[in-house]
């Protein structure tokens, strides 16, 4: 009788067993196909620990005397490139927000062309954005401007949307019995529900923008990424490893003051 | 009496400042009208030329497309092996704070540097092509998943991770029966997140001479061959599309 007591769990049934041995198997066989047939130099491999120590040593010690005027100046056309394309872009995000919420806007044909407006948007990165206003704009902080807007158009208005879809009709019926036109109802009814999930998203969105506003110099979209750019072309690296240290600090700076803001707003 | 609707004063100051930094900052980048409407009229003609799309250099398109895939790929596996150490030595109720504490910085400099920003000191070290891109993205996503996974690990339940050790097991068995468990699906979430992330990434570190699909782009951006970028830039799309859904799917089969 003791045969029949022996039972042998098992966790997956065959056919989930088969599932994970097949995602596994596909798994491995993407890293070996991209291992093997990626054109690296095998020269350029064996060298690397060697190269990324000179570039180092070059770097130190970072020399903060390049810091005044010239960084100073390009850090703070960043900040206004990141607050200022903020600003414009959720201007911009608003109305293809109100357009994309079902529960404000009730046609399914508007809902979809404000859906795809903000698909598009996400689906460019912000330095190809970049690429298309500097060519639109010529070189400098207008096309940083812009580029940095409309990516974040399709952030700012996929999650606006989201929470607006959230909002609770009641106030606006009750706002609606009164006969409150529809600005108000917005206004009145809907803004006081969506404020704190919108100052979230903005400070978040300013947050991704700083950061990606020190690359768009790289493309000649102005700030400091542009005497990045030269002094790693002049094979400045002092200067680089001050440039890095500045942006580093910069960045770290805003993710704190966005943290401690978004706690004493939440 | 009191108003309905009373003036919310602090929200108009405040709106009042908004309005005049963009004013402000706006000359302050010394962007004028006259500056737009000249632009609108060239971005027009741009439009004009991207118009139809040129797909007639396919291979070069897709040669630049599966680069990308591969640096993609290679990267975030990279990145998941390194992580996993990293996540455990920063993880703060499993390592002593001289341990986590400098492994915390580390991660935050990996993840607050931009990847183009870290790309372009490959590309100056170690030279052109994918491998600088691989690099890149492998810091990139030491960074965001190295981070998450200790945030991770430092919300599992200790009780299991006590019973293990109650038992007898050495510190490895312990990791392996009483920590990885618990956060395994997390972190295969995470680095599902992170291949679609890091594919998103691989198809622009080009731009500064990593490798992929980037380097093709730019390139044709500055011969002005607009119908070329056109059709590259819808191939990207597709590709993160189809990548978004694929990965959709997968998130959604393992739930």
């Known amino acids: 009788m003791s045969a029949t007591l022996h039972r042998e769990g098992i966790r997956h049934t065959p056919g989930q067993r088969l599932g994970r041995f097949l995602v596994t198997l596909l798994t491995v066989a993407a890293v070996v196909w991209a291992i093997r047939t990626v054109e690296i130099i095998p020269e350029f491999l064996s060298d690397a620990p060697e190269q990324m120590a ?54 399914v044909l508007l809902n979809t062309l404000a859906q795809l407006v903000l698909v598009s948007s996400r689906s460019v990165n912000s330095l190809v954005w970049a690429l298309i206003f500097v060519a639109v704009f010529g070189p400098g902080p207008a096309a940083g401007v812009f580029a940095i807007a409309f990516r974040s158009i399709g952030f700012v208005g996929k999650l606006m949307a989201e929470a607006l879809e959230e909002a609770h009709p009641g106030p606006v019926e009750a706002l609606t019995a009164t006969g409150a036109s529809w600005p108000l109802r917005m206004l009145k009814g809907v803004w006081p529900q969506v404020q704190p999930s919108f100052w979230g998203v903005a400070l978040f969105r300013w947050d991704i923008n700083l950061r990606e506003s020190a690359v768009l110099g790289l493309v000649g979209a102005g700030g400091i990424g542009v005497v990045l750019d030269d002094a790693i072309n002049f094979f400045q690296w002092e200067r680089v490893a001050t440039i890095l240290l500045a942006i580093l600090a910069v960045v770290l700076l805003a993710e704190i003051l966005v943290t401690r803001i978004r706690a004493r707003l939440l | ?190 680095s599902l997140y992170q291949l679609d992330s890091n594919l998103r990434n691989s198809t622009l570190v080009g731009i500064v001479g990593a490798g992929g699909i980037g380097g093709t782009l730019f390139a044709a951006f500055k011969r002005f061959d607009y119908d070329f970028v056109a059709a590259i830039l819808l191939a990207i799309i597709a590709l993160i599309f189809v990548a978004e859904i694929v990965a959709g799917r997968i998130r959604a089969a393992l739930q």
């Open chain 1, 54 to 107: 000179d570039l180092l040593v070059r770097m130190w010690p970072p020399d903060l005397g390049h810091y005044y005027p010239s960084v100073h100046a390009a850090l703070m056309e960043t900040l206004h490139i990141a607050t200022l394309g903020t600003l414009l872009g959720i201007a911009l995000a608003m109305p293809f927000a109100l357009m994309a919420a079902r529960n404000i806007c009730r046609s």
């Open chain 2, 1 to 190: 009496m009191r108003r309905a609707f009373a003036p919310n004063w602090p929200a108009r100051i405040g709106l009042f400042v908004l309005a005049a930094y963009a004013v402000w900052a706006t000359s302050q980048l010394g962007i004028t009208g006259e500056r737009l409407a000249t632009g609108l009229g060239e971005g027009g003609r741009f439009l004009a030329r991207m118009w139809p799309p040129d797909f007639s250099r396919w291979e070069l398109l897709l040669e630049g497309l599966v680069e990308s895939m591969q640096i993609a790929v290679i990267s975030t596996v990279l990145g998941i092996i390194l992580s996993l150490p990293l996540g455990l030595m920063a993880a703060r109720n499993l390592s002593p704070a001289w341990l986590s504490a400098p492994t915390r910085g580390f991660i935050a400099v990996c993840r607050s540097l931009h990847y183009v920003i870290v790309a372009i000191l490959f590309v100056k070290a170690i030279g052109f092509g994918a491998l600088a891109g691989v690099a890149a993205l492998t810091v990139a996503s030491l960074g965001f998943v190295a981070k998450l996974f200790a945030e991770a690990i430092e919300e599992i339940s200790m009780k299991q991770v006590e019973a293990v050790r109650a038992s007898g097991a050495g510190p490895a068995a312990v990791l392996l029966y009483g920590v990885l468990p618990q956060v395994a699906s997390r972190f295969i979430g995470f």
